[in-house]
């Protein structure tokens, strides 16, 4: 593993960092600020800034007349960009020139005499290509420029950003028109001058009611394809700028995150967030809020979310760059959205004020890949040396913890392909760069561990990356036998043969042993979302379309919703920055047409808003649970729309667990706890009182030889779990 970097000595402040005069590490109390400078960079860290440029804001001392203000950069005057704002005391710039590496920023009152306030701040400064913080890029890596329609799926008229222009996969940035028409569909705007016969009309949260046109902008950042849409009108109001944005603008700003994971590696990808229509998003825009993406904030492009972290960061630091400072900034997204918005909103703090996480998961690294993984060797099992012992549809109901024994195969073979190489490479990647253990061997893995290899490190021995995967002392159907749904003979069975997985993911009769450094990696990075960093201190709406009792069964189960807020709980004491909505599937996954979710984005958006009005020297959760609106609760909601008002509980009574109840999984019916964040569990001696059954000593003997060095103790963390590091890790 490379060495991780902690980012420290910056104050975080709803997204902007702020260093007093002179470096001191510490802010001076109030008394003091009106004799000190501050500089703020507004776009990013001032130790993350990309592309040569940055967003900076310096607060003048009272005592200091603004135009009285120099300002320098590696000792060369930038006085000039800057130009003050409405607060009076304060200077905006957008600063550019800056070099690669560290650039010195300084400030000081001129022509006042000497003594006067000066401050100065480093700002390292990255390639627009990156890396920042995310590790070396990865390879092969395949441009598809050439595939993603521009400005939007349903206006390209077949247009394309075209050939990469160079092996980075950059593109010329490029700006696009499209209306919304009276007709409810999207066209390319004409003219830039004149409005269309049929231009629909809008109305903001604000209460201003502007044509619907909408400014799309396209170009590379970090090797992703991005986006960014605003309201703005061409035929009245000039090109924006930071210090003049969109007039229609609410100045909140919505990320949307993509869905999907298995084949998300080595590719740019061809679509940004979570909609079809990309960041063209009606929801949004015809309210007011600005939408940006990346092709690498899309799981089905790059299942990794420290690199979606990183993506994420610099396309909202060109977005301020061209717009100006963002209230706040929401992410939007389901399934892998979620993936990616609970641990960066809990590693990467200050990225996202509010999240709302659809079919969500914790994440990827515990969440998913344990319960996938465990229903594939299920599965596998199943299939195998188990037909002749009468495993009924009960009987795997019972040892799986699912709803129905079809789940076992709906979330198992496909969605383990995560683990297992070659996996599911996507089809833009040519044959002969894909790994085959014989003929070649050093190949892309499409695998998860393989993706994140700048993190977790790689194998000595086979060149791969570390696995913290791991099932030993894992009793398969432990609460099963002791309830009486399977028998002695197949608990005994089915521990014995359900065997576990090679470094590529095939089929071993012995149990898989996760890596112990990859172990303590996953915790203390935060890919295994901790919930006691960045999420304990912003506002979180699960949102749920309840898919459980699909009749094939669906992988994103309710208890995931659960597990989130059990690791709050334990990280925290409570989880009452966090609200669950549940409701049938009548609007799909995430449809922006359901008015629960609809909704959420305005609960959302009042909440963040009383958060920001809240200038109290409280805590933080206590400030969060305050501002939270009075008609935010947990609620699950019937098919004719009904809410129904009670506190979400995993299981137990109520009408909303009746409607929509929770389920288990394979690794919680062996002991595992609802938090599901154990990787490989610490074990203990076979305790014969831990079972309703009495073994004879033949199956004593048997039970001893599957657990030779002991079964799972789930009262104890798991092996390398402690709470995440640091924040702002870089690899």
Known sequence: MRTIRRLIGTALVLGTFLLPAFGSAAAKGAENEQHDFRIVTVSTRPDTVTGGDVLVRIDVPRNVPVKKVTVTLNGLDVTGAFRATAASRSLLGLVDGLRLGKNDLAVEANGEGKGRPSARLTITNYPITGPVFSGPHEQPFICMTQQFPVPSRSTSGGETLGPPLDANCSVATRVDYVYRSTAGTWKRLPTPTVHPADLAMTTTTLGKTVPYIVRVETGTINRAIYQTAILHDPTTEAAPTPFQPPAAWNGRLVYTLGGGCTGGWYIQGRTVGFDPEGVVEDLMLRQGYAVA??????????????????????????????????????????????????????????????????????????????????????????????????????????????????????????????????????????????????????????????????????????????????????????????????????????????????????????????????????????????????????????????????????????????????????????????????????????????????GALRQMDEWLTNLQRDTSNDPTAVKIARAKPADLVDACFMHDGTRIVEPATYQGGGVCNMLYPAFSTPRMVAGGPLANNVLKCRLKPINYADYRVTFTNAEKAQLGSIFPSGVCDYSRPGVGQEPLEDTWLFF
């Open 293 to 598: 993406s990346s092709s690498l904030n899309v799981f089905g492009n790059n299942c990794a979310e420290v690199l979606a972290a990183e993506s994420l960061m610099m396309v909202k630091e060109r977005f301020i760059e061209n717009y100006g400072p963002v209230k706040f900034t929401i992410g939007w997204g389901c399934s892998g959205g979620s993936e990616q918005s609970h641990p960066i909103g809990d590693a990467y703090p200050g990225l996202l004020d509010g999240i709302v996480p659809g079919c969500s998961f914790p994440e990827v690294t515990a969440a998913m890949i344990l319960n996938v993984t465990d229903a594939d060797l299920l599965f596998h099992y199943l299939q195998g040396v188990a037909a002749s012992l009468g495993w009924g549809d009960a009987q795997k109901v019972a040892v799986s913890g699912y709803p129905k024994a079809v789940v076992i195969t709906t979330v198992g073979p496909a969605f383990a392909l995560r683990v297992k190489a070659p996996g599911l490479c996507n089809p833009a990647i040519p044959a002969n760069l894909i790994y085959n253990p014989v003929t070649n061997p050093h190949g892309a893995r499409c695998d998860v561990y393989d993706h994140m290899v700048n993190i977790l490190g790689r194998d000595p021995l086979t060149g791969f990356a570390r696995r913290p995967l791991d099932n030993v002392g894992v009793q398969y159907g432990l609460a099963a036998l002791n309830a009486g749904a399977i028998t002695k003979e197949q608990f005994l069975d089915v521990n014995q043969h359900i065997g576990g997985y090679d470094n590529d993911g095939n089929y071993v009769p012995t149990r898989t042993v996760g890596d112990q450094t990859a172990l303590q990696i996953a915790y203390r990075t935060g890919r295994v979302t901790y919930g006691g960093a960045g999420l304990a201190t912003i506002p979180i709406i699960d949102y749920r379309n309840y898919t459980d009792l699909f009749p094939a069964g669906d992988v994103h189960m309710r208890f995931h919703s659960f597990s989130m807020r059990e690791r709050l709980v334990q990280a925290n004491g409570n989880a009452d920055n966090q609200v669950m909505l549940t409701e049938d599937s009548t609007y799909g996954f995430y449809s922006d047409a359901s008015p629960v979710l609809s």
